[in-house]
C-alpha cells in the first residue's frame, strides 16, 4: 500500500514540475483496478465536473 497523496504533496509535486496523473472510475472493479495502477488520485464518477 502506497502512502496517501495530500494537497501539501500535489503542491510540491507541482512546483517540482512532476506529472500529477488522476483517473476517473464509475463503479466498484474499476476502481479496485485504477487503486492499482499506481495512479496519484482516483476522481469518482462526475466528481471533477461539480467541482469547478
Do not use: C, F, Q
Not at 15 to 29: F, M, Q, V
Request: zero cysteines; glycine letters at 6%.
Amino acid at each position: 500500500m502506497t502512502s496517501p497523496v495530500t494537497i501539501p504533496t500535489l503542491y510540491e509535486m507541482k512546483e517540482k514540475g512532476e506529472n500529477i496523473i488522476a483517473l476517473t472510475a464509475y463503479d466498484y472493479p474499476l476502481t479496485r483496478l485504477v487503486d492499482t495502477s499506481g495512479t496519484h488520485m482516483i476522481l469518482m464518477g462526475d466528481s471533477l465536473l461539480h467541482s469547478r
